[in-house]
């Protein structure tokens, strides 16, 4: 068996050193970074199995900004590569803020060996379900719009999947918003596959990371020898999607110039490689997304009004996880039923699994469900989840749900529904299932 590769990605050579002696004792081969440039200089030429990310590089700063940075940029080149976050100064906020930007989970220094093996363990088969999973998904029908419809009951959701169904046929640009992991790539994906497009090809790109200088070469392509590096002709995205559809991701990011260049496309309907005079027609429908408010980037003087314009034909916004409780258990189960053990069991989830869950506010949202569903079924030492294999972030301490009894599950998901309902015990009630006489008795012998 192929040993796992670990690349950890920290300023302190002690670390370094510490981390890979007990890696190797693990069974893994270890490859390390001393900065977020020699990181990504690695990353580009190879691919390791699961990323040990530290969150800070500067010893005057406590921030976390530059391993959110390099967080962002590992996303950008890779977006299925695990990544745990290293920090001495771990918080809730900190570990949510990077869940949302796409980390697994996060690892306090100093850390337990046996705290290490255990993540280790987890989210190396994380990452091999998911493997599976998505060829499970390759090989099935594409074309087949029941294989990748939305699951919700909410009416939020049924207002945007209306929307969508009625502009999916059309050729016309949409502007897809929402908070990060509410699944707008997904719905891009799911409003060409049921688009006159549909035969053509799906091209996603990934605009936030991508390098001023890439920019060009990336969308339009370039010629041998526009620049020093180039060796070959090379087709760039708009090309590749010509006939399909064309998703431009984070669009909010993008800088002035970019903002020009992609203005002329539309207006224009031609675009040119690099290096090469000549104009060549675009064909490809235009979906673009953003977790960022775009009308205030336009007030700022931050994005171009034209651009946005031409981009912003039908907007579609995506409700975020909270705004749509009930949704979480036919997803959480959804989730599930994608998933087995070993011995090829269904899991299920306890009646408390399921409070908790609907209790969470799900900082980010869908893709953070996922995680957490993903995470239940392997830490779940039968086929029945319960509320300490879930590990939701920001529980009654900062240790998260994972050590709580059942009564201290319970208090934390009852106070959880109430805050959420404004201090309405009524409301409480009837979120929870329960009478609010029923209610009221549990809070007594809660204050107990």
């Given amino acids: 068996m ?8 920290d300023d302190d050579a002690d670390v370094r050193q510490a981390l890979s002696m007990l890696l190797r004792d693990c069974g893994c081969e270890v490859a390390t970074a001393a900065s977020p440039a020699e990181a990504l200089s690695w990353l580009r030429h190879k691919r390791p199995d699961l990323v040990l990310l530290d969150m800070n590089y500067q010893r005057d700063t406590t ?3 530059e391993g959110l940075a390099l967080l962002r940029q590992i996303n950008t080149m890779d977006s299925s590569l695990p990544v745990v976050v290293l920090t001495g100064w ?45 060829s499970q998904e390759q090989s099935a029908c594409p074309g087949n719009p029941q294989d990748d419809d939305p699951v919700f009951r909410s009416h939020a ?31 891009a994906r799911w409003i060409h596959r049921r688009s006159s497009r549909r035969g053509g090809p799906f091209i996603s790109v990934n605009l936030g990371g ?6 060009e070469s990336e969308l339009f392509g370039h010629v041998k020898w526009a620049f020093t590096d180039a060796r070959t002709d090379r087709v760039g995205r708009i090309e590749g999607a010509r006939g399909g559809t064309l998703f431009l991701d984070e669009i909010a990011n993008v800088t002035p110039a970019q903002q020009a260049r992609l203005l002329h496309v539309l207006e224009e309907g031609v675009y040119e490689r690099v290096g090469e005079a000549v104009s060549r027609p675009t064909d490809a ?8 408010d775009i009308r205030q980037l336009i007030g700022e003087g931050r994005f ?17 996880l909270r705004a749509r409780r009930d949704d979480v258990p036919l997803l959480a189960r959804h989730f599930l039923a994608r998933l087995s053990d070993p011995e090829g069991r269904s899991f299920s989830l306890s009646a408390s699994a399921d409070r908790a869950l609907e209790a969470y506010d799900w900082p980010g949202n869908v893709r953070e469900l996922a995680h ?17 294999d879930l590990r939701l972030l920001g529980g009654p301490s900062t240790e998260g749900l994972e050590n709580l009894t059942l009564e201290q599950a319970e208090r934390y998901v009852v106070r959880r529904a109430i805050e959420s309902c404004g201090g309405d015990v009524a409301a409480a009630a009837a979120k929870l299932g329960v009478s609010r006489s029923a209610l009221y008795r549990r809070l007594e012998k809660l204050r107990e």
């Fill in 304 to 320: 171009r009004h034209d651009l946005f314009f031409r981009l912003n034909a039908v907007e579609i916004s995506l409700p975020p």
């Fill in 372 to 388: 957490v569903m993903q995470r239940a079924a392997l830490l779940a030492k039968g086929a029945r989840i319960e509320v300490a």
């Fill in 157 to 187: 959701m049924r207002e945007v999947l209306e929307l969508a169904k009625r502009v999916a046929p059309s050729d016309v640009p949409v502007l897809l918003t929402g908070e990060s992991g509410t699944g707008k790539g997904l719905m």
């Fill in 2 to 9: 192929t040993k796992p590769v670990i690349l950890v990605a």
């Fill in 90 to 134: 771990a918080t809730v906020e900190l570990a949510v803020q990077a869940v949302q930007m796409g980390a697994q989970d996060f690892l306090e220094k100093p850390w337990e060996n046996a705290r290490v093996r255990s993540l280790l363990n987890t989210h190396l088969a994380l990452a091999e379900a998911r493997s599976r999973v998505s």
């Fill in 63 to 65: 921030s976390g900004a």
């Fill in 210 to 215: 991508l390098a001023e200088t890439l920019f």
């Fill in 285 to 292: 429908r235009i979906v673009v997304a953003t977790n960022a």
